[in-house]
């Protein structure tokens, strides 16, 4: 499974559990639209459960306009760290799923969201407190990625890298990089201690 560091900081936990639904799915034989369908519920429930979408079902009804139903989504997408629009589906599917009235339909409320979560950033912005990239050393990126996801995944792609002659295909392929970039990873692998955290 790949995590895009690159996607908005308020779409990234739904982009996760989508994504471990299809690991999870592998095994149920289901077409790929079924899975895809199943994939976004999932990921609605296990981040805005029944009882959440209950409570934002009866704030949004309290609410007569889209600019009400736009502040009461953001209010729980900065509370949950979710997407404003999936507090407003999540909100939907339980009045479908419950009988009762659905939201009225405001056009564009999705782009008005969509606008709010842009201006908020990407997951690399507040990982790397908005500097960019090019700034940020090879030794600050590995660690500030391994601690905050708590995965050994660098120091495992540099022992295959050591130990396998398609180190290189393999480091490029995992992490989604052109052939250059993995090879200079590798150079930098290759002439500095992995347990020196001094360098900078």
């Given at each position: 499974m790949y995590v895009n560091i690159e996607s908005y900081l308020y779409h990234f936990k739904f982009m996760v559990a989508h994504e471990i639904f299809h690991v999870l799915a592998k095994s149920l034989?289901?077409?790929?639209?079924?899975e895809e369908k199943l994939a976004d519920l999932f990921a609605q429930i296990?981040?805005?459960?029944?009882?959440?979408?209950?409570?934002?079902?009866?704030?949004?009804?309290?609410?007569?306009?889209?600019?009400?139903?736009i502040k009461v989504c953001i209010e729980y997408a900065e509370k949950y760290g979710i997407?404003?629009?999936?507090?407003?589906?999540?909100?939907?599917?339980?009045?479908?799923?419950?009988?009762?009235?659905?939201?009225?339909k405001y056009g564009k409320i999705y782009i008005q969201l969509q606008r709010w979560v842009a201006k908020n950033g990407l997951v690399l912005d507040a990982l790397f407190d908005n500097k960019p990239l090019n700034t940020i050393s090879e030794r600050q990126f590995l660690d500030i990625l391994s601690d905050v996801f708590c995965t050994p995944i660098f120091d495992a792609l540099k022992k295959y890298a050591a130990d396998y002659s398609d180190g290189l295909r393999m480091?490029?392929?995992?992490?989604y990089m052109n052939q250059m970039d993995a090879i200079g990873l590798l150079n930098y692998w290759n002439t500095v201690d992995g347990t020196d955290k001094t360098t900078s």
């Open positions: 034989g289901l077409d790929e639209k079924s296990l981040l805005f459960p029944n009882l959440k979408a209950k409570e934002a079902y009866e704030d949004l009804c309290d609410v007569a306009n889209q600019v009400g139903q997407h404003p629009y999936q507090v407003y589906k999540s909100a939907d599917y339980y009045a479908e799923n419950n009988n009762l009235p659905k939201l009225p480091v490029s392929t995992v992490l």
